[in-house]
């Protein structure tokens, strides 16, 4: 079983250092069905191991100015005032329900990734008078002001899925965040970690205390996991990123037909 903990781990962390987004996919997976984890304990463990996994990653990003706080901020705060209603009924939701639905969102993620991408236009950016932050969109007050309602609902409909299925959402927050926000793809995928962390975190509590937390298997699957991630950024450049994510798609698919045959149908 450590082994397949290990090797669990290890995958979850490079497909996150690959592609950025994906940790909770293939972790509550990994824990259901290679280690065996009753399905409301993987989903809790799930949201503990990309709590700080995309913590680390957050951080690393800030420290490179791709994080935009105040954004993540306002959208956070929303999320994790979703993420604990997500968490209170998750509790009480059937297994099979939970499971569907993450096969959905999963079929959902797949079919976004083998989607023909178009190319983001970079917002134009000015740098803060008299400060040394990162540089902001000329209109990016207006924006977001103009956009507060769609922000709200997003934010609390993205971490209210984080918390009754156990999945961190950044294939939707990072596309909600270039269209209502307008700040570079970068920015938004670095910002996209700090408001999963939050959710996550949020929904880990809800759920510490309901359900038992094998923190020996979750410490080292975190652990792996974050070694991974290190990994697959630093051989992230000698992969195409659109085949990557085409290889990634075709398996999400099967997998969520796996979970919707087993133990949904």
């Not at 903990?5 to 290679?34: D, K, T």
């Not at 306002?74 to 639905?101: D, E, K």
């Not at 999963?106 to 236009?121: F, P, S």
Request: glycine share 12%.
């Amino acid at each position: 079983m450590i082994i397949i903990a290990i090797f669990a781990g290890a995958v979850n962390g490079i497909v996150l250092g690959l592609l950025g987004s994906g940790g909770s996919i293939v972790s509550m997976p990994s824990l259901l069905y290679l280690l065996h984890v009753e399905p409301k304990q993987a989903i809790a463990m799930s949201l503990g191991i990309v709590a700080v996994t995309a913590s680390i990653s957050a951080l690393d990003n800030w420290r490179r100015g791709n994080v935009d706080v105040r954004v993540a901020a306002m959208f956070g705060l929303f999320g994790v005032i979703g993420a604990f209603c997500g968490t209170r009924l998750g509790v009480h939701t059937p297994v099979a329900l939970q499971l569907g639905l993450f096969a959905l969102v999963m079929l959902a993620a797949a079919w976004r990734m083998l989607r023909t991408k178009k190319q983001q236009q970079p917002v134009q950016s000015v740098q803060r008078t008299g400060g040394s932050g990162p540089a902001i969109s000329i209109a990016e007050n207006e924006i977001i002001k103009a956009h507060m309602g769609q922000i709200a609902l997003l934010g609390m409909g993205v971490g209210a899925l984080t918390g009754l299925i156990g999945v961190g959402g950044g294939f939707l927050i990072v596309p909600s965040l270039v269209l209502i926000s307008g700040i570079p793809m970068k920015t938004a995928i670095g910002t996209s970690l700090a408001i999963v962390a939050a959710n996550s975190y949020t929904g880990f509590s809800g759920y510490m205390g309901v359900v038992p937390i094998n923190w020996i298997m979750m410490t080292s699957f975190t652990a792996v996991t974050v070694a991974g991630s290190f990994a697959g950024t630093r051989i992230a450049h000698r992969f195409s990123q659109e085949k990557l994510k085409k290889i990634f798609a075709v398996f999400l698919i099967i997998v969520a037909m796996y979970i919707l045959l087993k133990s949904v149908i």
